[in-house]
Structures are given as C-alpha cells and as structure tokens.
C-alpha cells in the first residue's frame, strides 16, 4: 500500500512559468519530508527538505509547502527553466531510518 | 571523492542464478540503504544499515541479503533470482540522522529471465 502518493505522472510547464508538483501521504507519523531529482540512468540526487514544525522551506528556486492536516506537501519551482525536467520523487520519513519514496512526476520545461 | 559507486551497471541472470550487487562509499558515512525501483511504484527500501556491523529490513526485503563488515561497503546478495527481481537497484549513504542528505549511486540495471 503507497503511503506516499504522486498522482501526476507527468506536467509540462513553459519555460519562465511556475512549476508545481505535489505529492500526499497517509501516515500520520512522517515527520521529515524530502524531494529528489532524477535524471535517466542516473542515481536521484537531494533537492530539498522540510520538517513537520515548518509548514515552508525555500532554496533559491525552490520551495516546499507543507500542509500536515491535509497530509499534502507541494514543490513549487519559480521559475522554471529547461534544465529541470527531469522525474521529481518526494520522500518522507517517520522518526528514525525508513524512507518512503512517492511514484515520481516527470516534469518537461518547454522552452 | 568518488562518491557512492555501484558495480557492476547492467546485469542479466537466469532464474535461480545468485550473484551480489556492490556498493562502495568513500565519505565515511556510517547510514546505507539499499532501494529498487519499478514502474509505477517509486523507490522502495530493501534493506539500510546504520553503521558497520548492523543491518536491518526495509519495505521489500524477501529475496535479499545483506551485511556491512566495513563502513564503506554494503554489498545486497541474491541468492535465487526471481523475475519478479527484474529492476533497477539504487544504494545510497548518508551521514546518520534521518534528516541527512541521502546520496544515491548511479544504479544498476537488473533483468532476471
């Protein structure tokens, strides 16, 4: 049963324009919440994370929300360039060493 | 720093075949993981280690063997493929804390027939 949900296997978004993607989960005890990047016949490499007590994380480009009571957190890329398409998994994790990965969402930025 | 390595790339074994995936890290991280992933279904966690001597299962560990002599190494055993084996295999490391940053090596592509 897939705790961690990405019901958008893929969104195209012009070059310039924002980028959302989203992702939901069903255990309550997740508490550390992570999205990676993939590329083809490459490994996922980190992006960016938030904990439970933050409802909003930002890096440069990229934020991500977090709603707990809706069990709903979202990416959002601003803005979006050519050189992000690539498959976007999140991840979370209840206190301790297991991780739990969404089914990915492939984002094509049209240029 | 090389990173996280993952030998070999690309394998085809024969139903019953055994054979050992490797995983090799070089900044002394002491967290490992070993994940599959198949079409529609993300990355799902085999079996991790945290620290040398000490496994422990993941989401989908049957079929899977592990163990962790040293720090950098964490090699995943198959000792009957199955076709249901048939995906691409990831190993990762990471410092400890669940909330360290996971690298991940490049893959290896398994095909069991």
């Known amino acids: 049963d897939q705790q961690v949900k990405q019901n958008s296997p893929s969104l195209s978004v012009q070059e310039g324009r924002i980028s959302i993607l989203n992702c939901d989960y069903t255990?309550?005890?997740?508490?550390?919440f992570l999205w990676y990047k993939k590329y083809p016949a490459e490994g996922p490499t980190f992006l960016i994370s938030?904990?439970?007590?933050?409802d909003k994380n930002e890096d440069g480009r990229f934020t991500v929300f977090l709603n707990k009571s809706a069990k709903h957190l979202s990416l959002h890329i601003v803005p979006s360039q050519p050189g992000d398409s690539a498959v976007y998994f999140c991840a979370a994790s209840p206190t301790g060493n297991q991780f739990y990965f969404g089914t990915g969402t492939s984002l094509t930025v049209i240029p | 720093n090389a990173g996280v390595t993952q030998t070999p790339k690309f394998q085809v074994l024969k139903t019953g075949q055994s054979m050992t995936l490797q995983c090799a890290q070089d900044?002394?991280?002491?967290?490992m993981s070993w994940y599959r992933q198949d079409p529609g279904m993300g990355l799902r966690l085999i079996h991790y280690s945290v620290g040398a001597g000490i496994t422990d299962q993941g989401e989908v560990p049957n079929g899977y063997n592990v163990s962790r002599s040293t720090t950098e190494d964490f090699p995943l055993r198959l000792l009957s493929a199955a076709p249901s084996q048939t995906s691409v295999y990831f190993c990762?490391?990471?410092?400890?804390?669940?909330?360290?940053?996971?690298?991940f090596g490049p893959g290896t592509r398994l095909t069991v027939l």
């Open positions: 938030i904990s439970s007590i933050k």
């Open positions: 900044m002394n991280h002491e967290y």
């Open positions: 990762a490391s990471s410092r400890g804390g669940y909330t360290d940053t996971q690298y």
């Open positions: 255990n309550s005890m997740f508490d550390y």
